[in-house]
């Protein structure tokens, strides 16, 4: 048996993500609203994001050193941003690609990096209705993941 086809390979993931959100991590999210049957902010982080930006986000992932373009440290947004999060641009980044200088950057524009997940959770998520609730939901739980983890200015 071979896993040259990718599609079973991206439902096993999708499922495994699922399984361990209501096993783990659906039981020590604490935040109000959440049914424990859709990924946590966590959750969505580490099986997506961590690989560049890093378990803790600093921008120290794996993949980190094979990019051209080094993975933000999302701990510091809000630095950045010069004290408050920009909510509304982080998840316009999340769901279309760039970076907060010049948010909502295309792809194909300049050097897009950072990948544009709004379209990744769709197909995830089964395409369609479903896979745009899906997706709307995901982006918005891993803005609130992130929001969580910003550091405070020293
Ligand atoms: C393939 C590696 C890679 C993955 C995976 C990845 N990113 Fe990124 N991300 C980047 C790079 C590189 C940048 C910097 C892009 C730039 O400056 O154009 C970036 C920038 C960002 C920014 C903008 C930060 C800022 O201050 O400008 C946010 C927010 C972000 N990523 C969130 C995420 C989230 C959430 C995920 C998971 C759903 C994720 N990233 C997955 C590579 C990645």
Redesign the pocket.
């Known amino acids: 048996m071979t896993m040259s086809n990718r599609r079973p390979l991206r439902r096993a993931l999708f499922l495994g993500a699922w399984t361990l959100t209501v096993v783990v991590a659906a039981p020590a999210d604490a935040a109000p609203g959440k049914t424990i049957d859709f990924p946590s902010g966590q959750q969505?982080?580490q099986d997506?994001?961590a690989?560049?930006?890093g378990a803790d986000a600093t921008g120290n992932?794996p993949?980190a050193q094979v990019?051209k373009?080094?993975?933000?440290d999302?701990t510091?947004?809000s630095i950045?941003a010069g004290g408050a999060f920009p909510a509304g641009q982080?998840v316009e980044?999340?769901r279309y690609g760039?970076?907060?200088?010049?948010?909502g950057?295309m792809p194909g524009h300049g050097?897009?990096?950072?990948?544009v997940?709004g379209r990744v959770f769709s197909e995830e998520g089964g395409g369609g209705k479903g896979g745009g609730a899906f997706s709307r939901r995901a982006v918005i739980e891993?803005k609130r993941y992130?929001e969580s983890i910003q550091r405070k200015a020293p």
Do not use: D, K, Q, S
């Open positions: 969505l982080y997506h994001c690989t560049c930006h992932g993949m990019l373009e080094p993975p933000a999302l510091g947004i950045r982080v980044i999340i760039g970076n907060l200088a010049g948010h950057t050097a897009a990096v950072m990948p997940w891993l992130l």
